[in-house]
């Protein structure tokens, strides 16, 4: 469908459900809504808008087919065109990622103006004539035209949510063709995010249920006090053509299988008609649904209608989430959630139509991550990941797909906005995980936003509902309409911090904030370690919104990269093959429920008291298995503290190391430290040998230690091993640090920014501290100063003081020493942000990084992204993530070829080094400054929270210092 021809059809006029609007002031009863006959009741009455037949779990009847597989696909005009080229195609997926061929750019996103992506298959009716066939699609994106032999039977508009038709009227005996148009663009396609190509992209599933079945359900769960009600209320719907009676029975088993309660009644039903009875069941001493104790019970709902019998199953969760004054409250417990924007996409494989098992491993990986809160940016999930959210505790804020709206997407498609937003709250009204309602993301106001938040209230009065608006005003008009406030960014965009959105009179959800690095490509292929200096500034902005009243909780953006029609965006915790990022481990560490916040060692180092912080909203710590290796007496000790308590314990340690380990009744661990009485700080620091140089016209030498000789004409170094053996190590002069921040956006990164500045001239080079030292003067493009070379024990110091000409915005500030091109491994020992890292994180306090580890250097500069391998181990030209990503606070770092000789940087802890391969040499950074990264755009900034400032004033002084020592020789 042609994109532009719907512009016409954007009416201000709100649409609404028949009964459930009645109550909803300014909206439109009756209008005509854009989903013909996607109904199962369509009976041209807007209460049927959404509403899906439950599936059934057994039937006497009929049963529950699953359509999905290989069907025929084309890409065509209309159905009958005889010229079409009919392919196999697998359902559910998408025609855009057939054999993995991503579209790259909007040129190839859209099909050709006017084409529709035909589906086609055959299926075998049901030989019962005593039943009702529903054929249920849980998504289509994002237009819908059904035909069944030849006869169009429904059509739907909405990419992510499920509709339901009736085709009891219409099969025939045998076989029947089933087939599907589909249109990439449309009303909803106009408002949604764009990054979903066409395609039948969640299951297609045919229904039979009695003529006389369960046609819809709600269960509301309430605690009052040490016991629950769980309310159901049941629709019941006749289709058998005569009145008839029917019993139903509705049964509640705990989460270890055992029956709580159970109820039965009578019931009468009229031919083609509905009855809705209601029960209660009462729980006593309740197990309630948490994310940190994620009790699951089952609910059945058997209808015995004649010879006909129908069983619905539910797994629930007993639980309540409210508004309390300022506080989100989840059973009564005021909650700070711990949260991460996830889209449901698998890029390189699936696109959206992403198989359960790997939905279900997503949302595992986001639970070992500490996480406890999912906002579904910007749609609705499928189900498997909502089934796994239940099981695994994770709060969900469901999102309706309307994002932009009155921006970048233009005016609302009011009946759109009601038939998705109702369709979403309709599928997932019952889902135990689902605690809040959100309508669209970053939009601007209008009525049908309105019509959608009461309506969705109407639905649904017991989940909180969201207008994601980016930039929160106490005078924006929703806030009369929507219960929790919104706010995003704060504190990393510009001239915002997170305390001018404290003690508001409503609580308030950052559902986006804290964005990991992504606009900024240039500085992260020159940087990849900023991706783990992200941490620094997350843990103060996660500090200050736990310490905040009135906040809610926080959602990371982002928790996995995306795809769209413009371009990729490398944001996520999880790269597109699933690999962790650095900023992973640190979400881990940040949201961790368990922190030692305070150790004290004592006697003689034999004993360590620990200050252990429980931040559980839910549980004790007893709750939790507590593991000390290194202990005299090792293994678990309970350990009693309430939420939100601390408690101090003393533990024995059995040598002078100790490792403390949480680990979650699931079997993945929460919190990992370890102990040790001594600091990791440098061993010793060179000394200055004080021997004087040799000088001639042509050179200035060392008489003793490592051989270092400087070109007094170009200034050019060369320091050789000790025994005077091989090739020199060093093999250029030292180079000043100013690496400019990143100006223009980028996503991966065209080139590395080059850290040494441009115009280097040297103006003199003459023996200084009476003859024990060599200064080299240097003027640069922007600044104008000296290096001086003093030899050390083994090796050699390097000092600069450098005056800037010019103001400039600097990331970084210090000295690169260019060394032979056979040096590609890299180690340290560093101070890190935390005592313990997973082997392969680039900021381990401790390790070893190869510039090439497949052996061969790349020919690029940008982000390539591999799937075999760890992420520390994607290259560019310039080296690989581990071995040019910054490692700060280092003690020592090495530089070392094949047989661990070279160059070995001490330090103690005030230097951040990282090393660069480059066409003549390898550089190893000593770095004094090293700031966080940029956003080019402009409205977002890290280097507030810390306090940081990259700009270097006309007339400044940057100076420093770094000792090398030389280790043996290079080349064997």
């Known amino acids: 469908m042609d994109r532009d021809s719907h512009e016409e059809d954007r009416r201000t006029v709100p649409i609404s459900r028949r009964t459930l609007l009645s109550s909803v002031p300014g909206a439109a009863i009756g209008a005509a809504l854009p989903i013909g006959t996607a109904s199962a009741r369509d009976d041209g009455d807007d209460e049927s808008l959404g509403r899906l037949t439950p599936r059934p779990a057994t039937t006497g009847d009929g049963d529950v087919r699953s359509l999905n597989g290989t069907w025929e696909f084309a890409l065509s005009t209309t159905i009958d065109d005889q010229g079409a080229e009919w392919r196999e195609a697998e359902v559910p997926g998408q025609w855009g990622y057939s054999e993995s061929a991503i579209p790259e750019g909007p040129a190839e996103w859209y099909p050709p103006e006017g084409q529709l992506g035909w589906y086609r298959r055959e299926f075998e009716a049901p030989k019962s004539d005593r039943e009702r066939l529903l054929l249920r699609f849980d998504a289509v994106y994002s237009e819908a035209r059904v035909y069944l032999n030849g006869a169009e039977i429904g059509h739907h508009v909405g990419g992510y949510t ?43 599933t045919l229904v039979s249920v009695p003529e006389i079945h369960i046609a819809d359900y709600d269960v509301r769960t309430h605690l009052q006090g040490s016991s629950a009600t769980v309310d159901v209320e049941t629709r019941i719907e006749n289709a058998s053509g005569a009145d008839a009676d029917a019993t139903l029975e509705v049964t509640l088993s705990d989460p270890n299988g055992e029956t709580v309660a159970t109820t039965e009644r009578s019931l009468s039903s009229r031919e083609g008609g509905s009855c809705d009875p209601s029960t209660t069941l009462e729980v006593a001493d309740p197990n309630t649904w948490n994310p940190e104790e ?26 309540e989430i409210e508004v309390v004054g300022d506080e989100l409250r989840l059973n009564g417990e005021a909650v700070t959630l711990r949260g991460v924007n996830w889209e449901e996409i698998h890029i390189p494989d699936h696109g959206h139509a992403v198989p359960p098992e790997l939905t279900r491993e997503d949302a595992r990986r986001l639970k070992e991550a500490n996480v406890n809160y999912v906002r579904t940016a910007h749609h609705p999930t499928s189900e498997a990941f ?14 309706a797909p309307h994002t932009f709206v009155g921006r970048g997407r233009g005016d609302p498609y009011p009946e759109i906005v009601v038939s998705q937003t109702v369709e979403m709250v309709e599928r997932d009204k019952n889902r135990t995980s689902v605690c809040l309602w959100s309508i669209a993301n970053e939009s601007e106001w209008y009525d049908a936003f309105e019509t959608a938040g009461r309506l969705t209230k109407a639905i649904d009065p017991t989940r909180p509902t969201i207008f994601n608006y980016d930039n929160y005003d106490p005078d924006d008009p929703w806030h009369d309409v929507y219960d929790v406030r919104s706010q995003h960014y704060p504190a990393f965009r510009a001239d915002s911090t997170i305390e001018e959105y404290l003690g508001l009179d409503d609580p308030i959800l950052f559902d986006e904030y804290a964005h990991t690095y992504c606009y900024n490509g240039r500085e992260l292929v020159t940087d990849p370690g900023l991706r783990d200096q992200w941490g620094i500034p997350f843990e103060r902005i996660w500090e200050r919104c736990r310490a905040g009243d009135s906040v809610a909780g926080g959602a990371i953006w982002a928790g996995g990269d995306h795809l769209e029609r413009w371009r990729g965006y490398l944001w ?20 961790s429920p368990v922190r030692v916040v305070e150790t004290e060692w004592l006697g003689n180092g034999n004993v360590l008291r620990l200050t252990i912080e429980n931040r559980h909203e839910f549980v004790d710590l007893a709750d939790r298995s507590i593991e000390f290796e290194g202990a005299r007496n090792s293994g678990n000790r309970p350990i009693e503290a309430a ?7 003393t533990v024995p340690v059995a040598e002078d190391r100790l490792e403390l380990r949480v680990t979650h009744p699931h079997g993945h661990t929460i919190e990992q430290a370890v102990f040790t ?98 200064a080299i003067d240097v003027e640069y493009a922007v600044a104008t100063g000296t290096f001086v070379l003093r030899p050390v024990d083994g090796g050699v110091e390097v000092e600069y003081e450098f005056e800037i000409e010019e103001a400039l915005d600097v990331r970084e500030v210090g000295v690169a020493l260019p060394l032979t091109r056979d040096l590609t491994t890299l180690s340290w020992r560093r101070e890190g942000q935390w005592s313990t890292y997973p082997d392969d994180h680039i900021g381990r306090t401790e390790g070893t990084a190869v510039a090439f580890p497949e052996g061969t250097r790349p020919d690029h500069e940008e982000i390539r992204l591999g799937s075999d391998r760890p992420w520390k181990d994607d ?14 606070n280092v003690y020592t770092a090495a530089l070392v070829n094949d047989h661990g ?59 420093g210092n770094a000792a090398f020592e030389i280790r043996g020789s290079p080349s064997v």
């Open 162 to 204: 499920p509709f339901e038709i009736d085709v009891t009227d219409h099969v025939e005996a045998g076989t029947n063709v089933l087939s599907v148009g589909v249109a990439q663009a449309s009303p909803a396609d106009d408002m949604a995010w764009q990054n979903v190509t066409g395609g039948i992209t969640r299951d297609v």
């Open 294 to 319: 994620p009790q699951l019970y089952t609910l059945e709902i058997d209808l015995n209608a004649g010879d006909s019998t129908e069983r619905v199953t539910q797994r629930l969760g007993i639980r």
């Open 386 to 399: 909502l089934d796994a959210c239940d099981e695994l505790g994770l709060v969900v804020e469901v999102e």
């Open 572 to 591: 996520g915790l999880l790269d597109r093959h699933r690999r962790p990022r650095p900023e992973y481990w640190h979400v881990k560490k940040i949201y």
């Open 643 to 649: 939420p939100g308590e601390r408690v101090t314990v």
């Open 677 to 774: 009485v001594d600091s990791p700080g440098c061993e010793s620091y060179p000394v200055p040998t004080g021997t004087p140089l040799e000088i001639d016209e042509e050179s200035v030498r060392t008489t003793e230690g490592p051989p270092m000789s400087v070109d007094r004409n170009t200034g050019r170094v060369e320091v050789q091993p000790e025994d005077g053996q091989g090739t020199p190590v060093v093999v250029g002069g030292p180079e000043l640090v100013l690496t400019p921040t990143e100006a223009e956006a980028s996503q991966e990164g065209s080139g590395a920014i080059d850290h040494r500045p441009d115009g280097r001239t040297v103006t003199d080079v003459r023996v200084v501290e009476d003859g024990a030292a060599v």
């Open 875 to 888: 290259a560019t030209s310039h080296g690989s993530n581990d071995f040019r990503g910054t490692k700060r």
């Open 901 to 959: 000789a070279g160059v070995q940087l001490r330090s103690e802890g005030d230097h951040h080094v990282r090393a660069q391969v480059r066409s003549e040499s390898v550089d190893l950074l000593a770095l004094e400054r090293s700031l966080s990264g940029t956003n080019p755009f402009g409205w977002m900034n890290r280097q507030p929270v810390l306090n940081e400032d990259p700009t270097i004033e006309a007339d400044e002084i940057v100076r």
